[in-house]
């Protein structure tokens, strides 16, 4: 039984040191953001133009014109709630105290 224990190697713990942040291997937060906007900027572009052509008159199907508004319509409203989420912890943070 106590080979068996034995066996059993320790965990690794020579990359694991307190008190070291290492910044992220990706894109930072400000180009995460910039790069969501650009893509609701687009979405919103897409269904402006898409309720144009349809009232317009041009040979748009209304299904697709209602999907790409709908899109559009989420992706601002998640932007929102990200937004405020953002704002909020800023305000809890600032009232903290040291």
């Given at each position: ?29 400000a ?35 209602m ?32």
């Open positions: 039984m106590t080979g068996m224990i034995g066996a059993i190697a320790p965990t690794d713990t020579s990359a694991v040191q307190p008190g070291r942040v290492d910044a992220p291997a990706g894109a930072g937060f180009q995460l953001v910039e790069r969501e906007l650009a893509d609701l900027d687009r979405s919103t572009a897409a269904a402006e133009k898409a309720m144009t052509d349809l009232a317009a008159g041009k040979p748009v199907e209304l299904h697709e014109v999907i790409t508004m709908e899109k559009a319509r989420l992706g601002v409203q998640t932007f929102l709630q990200v937004r405020n989420r953002l704002v909020e912890s800023y305000q809890d943070l600032m009232r903290m105290q040291m």
